[in-house]
């Protein structure tokens, strides 16, 4: 089984950064793809920025040029970097991975999300 858990979120003005990290853990052979998610109240899930194993990258518009996703593969982790910060971006952040266990079964993880809470 793969676990995720979440850190870095937090309140923050705007104009503010705050850098959220994830790390995977559990029963993995390999990680693939790692992306991070985000949810207002009475808003869907919505992507935020997906990076896959060999680094390439993929932002939702409204974060681009504000956020950067990266990770570190030897720490199953990946980071998400905030800057300027807009109220827009109030919501609860997920981790998500897929990948392969040890026993070559495909797996598709959530964490349980972080607050970030944007304040004029």
């Known amino acids: 089984q793969v676990q995720l858990v979440e850190s870095g979120g937090g309140l923050v003005q705007t104009g503010g950064s705050l850098k959220l990290a994830c790390e995977a853990s559990g029963s993995i052979f390999v990680v693939n793809a790692m992306g991070w998610y985000r949810q207002a109240p009475g808003n869907q899930r919505e992507l935020v920025a997906t990076?896959?194993?060999?680094?390439?990258?993929n932002y939702a518009d409204s974060v681009k040029g504000r956020f950067t996703v990266s990770r570190d593969n030897a720490k199953n982790t990946v980071y998400l970097q905030m800057n300027s910060l807009k109220s827009e971006d109030t919501a609860v952040y997920y981790c998500?991975?897929?990948?392969?266990?040890?026993?070559?079964?495909?797996?598709?993880?959530w964490g349980r999300g972080t607050q970030v809470t944007v304040s004029s």
């Open positions: 998500s991975a897929d990948g392969y266990s040890d026993y070559d079964i495909p797996f598709d993880a």
């Open positions: 990076i896959t194993s060999s680094g390439s990258t």
